[in-house]
């Protein structure tokens, strides 16, 4: 999936205040919600979106 989903500076640095060990899973969400939303570059908006947590 990460290969399908570009992320811009500002999203990859907030991704960066997660701490290390649940990054990965904070990641993956966030590109799973993108791809079911059609979403190729995840942007800070994306990144703030509040619908794919949970």
Do not use: C, H
């Amino acid at each position: 999936m990460s290969e399908q989903v570009k992320w811009t500076a500002e999203a990859e640095a907030k991704v960066k205040d997660i701490p290390f060990f649940v990054r990965p899973f904070a990641r993956k969400k966030i590109e799973n919600y993108a791809y079911e939303k059609d979403i190729f570059l995840i942007t800070i908006e994306v990144y703030e979106e509040p619908t794919y947590v949970g």
